[in-house]
């Protein structure tokens, strides 16, 4: 019901920025993801717009007003805590009621939506019971029920399911991707440091690092339109290989290869002076084929090889010092530790980056 | 000085010595008899086990000697002087019970314990909890709890004398030394010698300890109150609550456990109060209180009877708190 347009954010602790400007535009009933290393300032962000930290720059609007001084409980938001934050004294009835109590909303509409939130959560039979008597997953639904009732404009989510055994991270997981199905109209701010919640809730992903935006898209678009190293590198599993190339560009070409390597040639529209001097070539795992020595592009000793059954992940050296190449092909191949294999990366699937980190958007001929 | 000092020497390192060959010497005796280490012994695993057994008992020994000889045995002995006359010479049964219930000073003993028990503990535990929960929101806040910690510190005769000269008391027209009256003079009224003005002297009293338990009383709850887990009050915060609702709905319940202890602590404390009394009034203008009482018969009057039973009747009175209190920090400790 309500959009979250950030501008110019920013947060410091004394001397020490941790935000330096954020901008952002979230539409209304949008599922906004944000992700980043520990330390990346997703969780300030996160906290700034549910009002628990005051941001020292910039503006937060929350549904067209600026929220900068509203306190919390008036911003139309709820939010998940990373520990659920449940009131260990209460019924879990009267952890999801304590909100609408403070606000003086009439028992019958407290009774109902707390009907409908323990309805929704599976929780009606528990509503009696202290946090203590429950488990960790029923304890995350009370915390989720309890950011239900009070029916906000924007659900905030900080690392909801990080306390969570796996089997439980997952099925919780598709219960609050459903949830979010629910419940069109709501906005959802969801943080984590896992890549593939990230991935699977987002409607768009908010890449951060160091206190600024590295990348905003749709998950496809950063899988396969990543803007820097960066992205390129925190999206995926495996992570995309780099190898530094050195371009050259010649009539309007650039010829672009790995040391000592064959050369691809490659074009761009924004700029060829872009393609000279140090790059950087990525390919994912899934990307690379192996191939006749003709056709490669590098080849090397497979060092260490882990067979998954349905998939092999090969890490092959290519000498020169570098990382090692990781590829990842179907497991029928069963190649084995010692072999040499010649690779390829697939035409359509390999970026360039510039000194800088920034993607380079080009053809490869 | 020096024989003093020497003398003080000597006697802990016998003390250290011979605790540390009573623990040595019977560990390697009990290993002796019961040896079960080299291996070559028949009964090794059941040597073993013995000595697993014993050991604990061997080192708990002389603790439970002490405790038993300095605590249980009082305890009886207690019971027995207070079935006997003055001097231990004729059994006289419940007869100094009997003159208990009857004697005026005992009830005004009982009327104004029973003061100090609903007012100190409240008291204390209620500025304690103030206490903590402010001086964490100030800069200075730790330099404020030092302040407030301090006088527990102090023993209660030393904190008597010093609150002597607070209620100090000059002819009016002389200069008052005491800076209750000077103050009150200041005021425009009249200088009062507090201590010796009935029923009320018995708060002055109070005053003192509650300013002595509060500095307790804050430095566990500000404990309890640091173990609060702070997003549970930003949950709060972000439901709307304000600053008192957070308090009383959020972080009060949550140390209540907490709460409740340091109350009974200072509850038990009270009971036993004897050292303010003694030192500031004696019992006198209607300000006796049970452990002065007791002082009173046992080492003024020599009725050993009459003060051990007294003394009966504080312990009587102590204990139901204690196994409460017990009771509850080992729910607390379970819980967790």
Not at chain 1, 115 to 126: E, G
Request: charge should be neutral; include cysteine.
């Amino acid at each position: 019901m309500a959009s979250v347009k950030l501008s110019g954010v920013r947060k410091a602790y004394g001397e020490m920025e941790i935000l330096h400007g954020i901008d952002l535009d979230i539409k209304k009933g949008e599922f906004v993801v944000f992700v980043g290393p520990s330390g990346c300032g997703k969780s300030t962000l996160l906290r700034a717009i549910a009002g628990l930290e005051q941001v020292t720059g910039g503006t937060i609007e929350i549904d067209g007003i600026v929220s900068n001084d509203i306190p919390p409980s008036k911003r139309g938001i709820a939010m998940v805590f990373q520990s659920y934050a449940l009131y260990p004294h209460m019924t879990v009835r009267d952890n999801m009621a304590f909100g609408l109590r403070m606000s003086r909303s009439p028992k019958e509409e407290i009774d109902r939506r707390i009907a409908k939130a323990a309805d929704i959560l599976q929780l009606t039979p528990y509503l009696h019971r202290l946090p203590k008597a429950l488990s960790g997953g029923q304890r995350q639904r009370v915390a989720i029920g309890r950011a239900i009732c009070r029916d906000p404009k924007v659900f905030l989510f900080d690392e909801p399911l990080s306390n969570l055994d796996a089997a439980l991270r997952v099925a919780t997981r598709i219960e609050i991707a459903k949830l979010n199905e629910s419940m069109p109209d709501t906005t959802m701010i969801y943080v984590t440091h896992d890549q593939v919640e990230a991935m699977t809730l987002a409607d768009r992903i908010v890449v951060l690092r160091g206190g600024n935006v590295e990348q905003v898209g749709t998950p496809m678009e950063l899988y396969h339109k990543p803007a820097n190293l960066f992205v390129a590198q925190f999206i995926g599993s495996p992570a995309m290989n780099i190898v530094p190339v050195e371009g050259s560009v010649a009539n309007g070409v650039a010829s672009v290869a790995p040391k000592g390597g064959r050369a691809l040639s490659a074009k761009t529209e924004s700029g060829m002076e872009r393609l000279a001097g140090p790059l950087s070539l990525g390919v994912r795992p899934e990307n690379i084929d192996l191939v006749d020595e003709a056709k490669a592009l590098f080849s090397g000793t497979v060092t260490y090889a882990e067979q998954l059954g349905e998939v092999e992940i090969l890490y092959v050296d290519i000498g020169a010092g570098e990382q090692p190449i990781v590829v990842k092909i179907p497991g029928y191949h069963a190649i084995e530790r010692g072999r040499g294999v010649h690779l390829a990366p697939q035409k359509g699937a390999i970026h360039l980056f510039d000194a800088k980190g920034n993607a380079v958007e080009h053809q490869i001929l | 000085m020096t024989q003093q000092v020497i003398t003080a020497t000597i006697t802990i390192l016998i003390g250290v010595a011979g605790s540390i060959l009573y623990f040595v010497g019977t560990n390697w005796l009990l290993d002796r008899i019961f040896p079960f280490r080299d291996g070559a012994s028949p009964n090794a695993a059941r040597n073993h086990r013995i000595t697993t057994a014993v050991r604990p008992w061997l080192f708990l020994g002389p603790a439970l000697l002490a405790l038993g000889v300095y605590l249980i045995y009082p305890v009886f002995e207690t019971l027995r002087l207070s079935l006997y006359n003055r001097d231990t010479t004729a059994f006289v049964g419940f007869d100094n019970y009997a003159w208990l219930v009857g004697d005026a000073g005992f009830r005004e003993s009982i009327l104004n314990n029973f003061m100090w028990l609903l007012v100190v503990p409240t008291a204390a535990t209620f500025f304690g909890l103030m206490a903590a929960v402010l001086t964490d929101r100030i800069w200075w806040g730790n330099i404020a709890k030092s302040l407030v910690f301090m006088p527990m510190a102090i023993s209660f005769v030393g904190a008597s004398v010093i609150w002597k000269f607070v209620y100090d008391y000059r002819a009016a027209g002389s200069e008052q030394i005491g800076i209750l009256n000077a103050f009150v003079v200041w005021l425009g009224f009249e200088p009062q010698a507090w201590i010796a003005v009935p029923v009320w002297n018995n708060f002055f009293l109070m005053v003192i300890l509650i300013w002595i338990q509060t500095g307790f009383a804050m430095v566990i709850l500000s404990a309890a109150l640091r173990g609060i887990p702070e997003e549970t009050m930003e949950a709060a915060v972000i439901d709307g609550a304000n600053d008192f609702q957070i308090f009383f709905h959020i972080m009060v319940p949550q140390i209540w456990g907490t709460i409740a202890v340091v109350w009974t602590t200072i509850t038990i404390v009270v009971l036993k109060v004897f050292d303010i009394v003694f030192a500031m009034t004696n019992g006198q203008w209607n300000s006796q209180v049970l452990g002065n009482l007791m002082y009173d018969w046992m080492f003024r009057g020599f009725d050993f009877g009459r003060g051990a039973a007294i003394a009966i009747v504080i312990m009587v009175l102590v204990t139901p708190i204690m196994i409460s209190n017990i009771r509850r920090a080992k729910a607390e400790t379970k819980g967790h």
